[in-house]
């Protein structure tokens, strides 16, 4: 078998990769029956010369391999007929902006398999990248209410930026007393706590966190979506009957929104749930928060400030709660800033790369190196030679445009 890592062809760039140059020397060292070739690329976290250093062969092209990896979506225009590939799809929740690359990979006759569906037998992701998602979308946060306010610089991640570095930095800045609010319970939000605990940020119960009056040193709290809506029966919230009716509950985040300074969404959002925060509600002058950091990214979702995904270019910019429209960042004490940025875990896009090849290297590259069945590669093969497979039969509608 032959296995190809492509270069990454979506703007903006993205210089996270499938396997480190060590890792894939360890597979060939494994498998050496097999052959594994690293498509040449100029924006890859990892140079060329390390996979090379590593003796692993880079190429030009990879048009002869069997089987390519990538991590975000391939260009429909260049992919090669035929193959088994497996990235980030976007394509399964019948996102419209890609469908292009379906109907790519169905007319090229291409078995497709997605990061996201690769699950166990519990139906819980093992290859996700929610936890850096987690820690960068936190540091972004912390990073930008230190530039709206003046209070300190933090370094601008750069393409040999770590987690380690990551932490110096924080730990060697002086946070104020302010309280932030983390939303959610899952992956995300867990690298966000983690990361807030261990630079010093202390936990505040819900009550704590509710009660009026200052803090004495920078406190967070997490609110999970439970805590965050409210039915309209006034019966009690459970999660079996909001997964089923999340029509039946109105936000009830105000009460969270006039004590927090800062606002981290790591949440998960059904359109079909309540609006968070609506334009009213960012317009209430009893609001306090003035800093969102949206890890979530869902545009125009559950919090109506986020217009737009960010870059880590340019990671920030405002909203004006009286026009609902966007304005430069940091441009108005009245205004709230935003940070958006969709692909966070991008800025530790070497120690990102190396945890998810080992996780690949586990559940993916094992099995198929040898040639054993994968229940998980299975599950997240959305298409087998261009057809769809049963699971996912109901993008056919969506393919046809339906």
Partial sequence: MKIGLIKEAKHPV???V???PEQVASLQQRYPDDQFVVQSSDIRAYSDDEYRCAGVLVADSVADCDVLFGIKEADPDILIPDKH???????????????????????KGITFSDYEYLVDDRGLRVCAF???AGIVGTYYS??????RHKLYELPKPDLH?????????????QLPCIKILVTGNGRVSHGAQELLEEIGVARLTEEQFLADGPVLRP???????????????GQAFTWDHFTHHPEDYHSDFMRWARQADMLICAHFWDPKAPVYLSADDLADPTLRIRFIGDISCDIQGSVKSTLRASTHDEPYYDYNPSTCAEAQAFSADSNITVMAVDTCPNALA???SAYFGDMLTKHVFTPLLERRHSDVIQRSTILEKGILTPHFQYLETFAKGE
């Avoid at 912390?142 to 530039?147: F, N, V």
């Fill in 219 to 233: 406190s967070f709290c997490v609110a999970d979506v439970d805590r965050l809506v409210a039915r309209n029966d």
């Fill in 350 to 352: 070497r120690d990102t």
């Fill in 14 to 16: 993205d210089n996270r």
């Fill in 18 to 20: 499938a396997l480190a």
């Fill in 85 to 107: 590939y497996f990235f980030f799809g976007h394509i399964a929740k019948m996102q419209t902006y890609n469908r292009p690359l379906l109907l790519s990979l169905m007319e």
């Fill in 142 to 147: 912390l990073r930008g209410y230190g530039l």
């Fill in 130 to 132: 929610g936890w850096w």
């Fill in 161 to 173: 930026f770590t987690l380690d570095k990551l932490k110096q930095a924080l730990k060697s800045i």
